[in-house]
């Protein structure tokens, strides 16, 4: 049941039968069926039920294990934990590289290995308000 299913196996603009999705991800074809009650849109106007290709990428990205999720705002990979940290001492440094992009750098809060990001501006602005962030300006 905790098998894993890649989404790099799913081709975007193919259209997949249960069957045809089944095979492609090496799973049965009641695993497919049963995503659909997990909310995996399914085209059922017609026979066969077909899945779009992006529509089953996405499902399946959106149920892999929290290790690999998407990062939270004010959390940052951290390539020697190799996985998501909050900032150490909730710090976090804000290095522009121009008006509307620039660097969040921080300290993984448990191992201090120096972790940072690409972020704009404006997420870093809604950042600021719930932290301290000390910003260096470019020269
Ligand atoms: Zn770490």
């Known amino acids: 049941m905790a098998k894993r299913v890649s989404a790099r196996k799913v081709k975007i603009h ?3 039968t249960y069957e045809s999705a089944a095979e ?11 995503w659909r009650s997990q909310g995996l849109a399914v085209l059922d106007g017609q026979k066969p039920h077909l899945i779009l290709g992006h529509e089953l ?12 999720r ?7 990979f951290c390539m020697s934990c190799r996985a998501p940290r909050k900032p150490y001492d909730r710090m976090a440094e804000y290095v522009p590289f121009n008006a509307t992009r620039g660097r969040l750098v921080a300290l993984c809060e448990s191992c201090e290995t120096s972790c940072s990001k690409f972020v704009s501006r404006k997420s870093f602005e809604g950042l600021a308000r719930i932290r301290t962030i000390a910003t260096r300006e470019t020269c």
């Open 24 to 34: 492609a991800l090496e799973v049965s074809i009641q695993t497919v069926r049963g």
């Open 57 to 68: 990428k996405r499902f399946i990205e959106s149920r892999t294990p929290k290790t690999s």
């Open 14 to 16: 193919r259209q997949y």
């Open 70 to 76: 998407k990062l939270g705002p004010d959390e940052f």
